[in-house]
T-cell receptor
């Protein structure tokens, strides 16, 4: 399995508090991603990074920010958590693939509950 | 992004071959067809990827007709441990993945 960890694995927080989730990789892969998964929606991309300090928005980026100051770490921050952000968050990584396709490796997930 | 359509759920029994079909009528020339598997409380895992014709690996086979408007993931002799959600994705023109709701496969004894 790809060397990818997420912390914390579980978190309960109150509405309005800031929350930061961490994704750490040991594969030296260029690309890193944050997804959320909710019942009935599959996985949806929040933000992704294509290099240190290079990030871009995904389809559900409102209310989230990210930072990548070094290759191995990708942080997801909820500036002011809301109940709608209760979800399971997955980090993924990928390197350079053949053609235009890239195989992604996913972390174990972080279950976040906002009360 | 081109969308994919696949059955919401399928049931099978141990030892049977399972075929999950995915429709992608608007597939682009540079799209690859990629399948992921997800077990409960785990992240998705890459299974197989192809562009055209047939691809086989140690886990599954992927059949893609000439027009590429559909594809079929074939799992030989499934076991209980193959119970999972299977996602069909189109991956091309970059590295963003768009997951649908997938197919919930349930394997019984």
């Amino acid at each position: 399995d790809a060397g990818i960890t997420q912390s914390p694995r579980h978190k309960v927080t109150e509405t309005g508090t800031p929350v930061t989730l961490r994704c750490h990789q040991t594969e030296n892969h260029r690309y890193m991603y944050w997804y959320r998964q909710d019942p009935g929606h599959g996985l949806r991309l929040i933000h992704y990074s294509y290099g240190v300090k290079d990030t871009d928005k995904g389809e559900v980026s409102d209310g989230y920010s990210v930072s990548r100051s070094k290759t191995e770490d990708f942080l997801l921050t909820l500036e002011s958590a809301t109940s709608s952000q209760t979800s399971v968050y997955f980090c993924a990584i990928s390197g350079e693939g053949e053609g235009d396709s890239y195989e992604q490796y996913f972390g174990p997930g972080t279950r976040l509950t906002v009360t | 992004l081109a969308k994919t359509t696949q059955p919401i759920s399928m049931d099978s029994y141990e030892g049977q071959e399972v075929n999950i079909t995915c429709s992608h009528n608007n597939i682009a020339t540079n799209d690859y067809i990629t399948w992921y598997q997800q077990f409960p409380s785990q992240g998705p895992r890459f299974i197989i990827q192809g562009y055209k014709t047939k691809v086989t690996n140690e886990v599954a086979s992927l059949f893609i007709p000439a027009d590429r408007k559909s594809s079929t993931l074939s799992l030989p002799r499934v076991s209980l441990s193959d119970t999972a959600v299977y996602y069909c994705l189109l991956t091309g023109g970059g590295n963003k993945l768009t997951f649908g709701t997938g197919t919930q496969l349930k394997v019984e004894l």
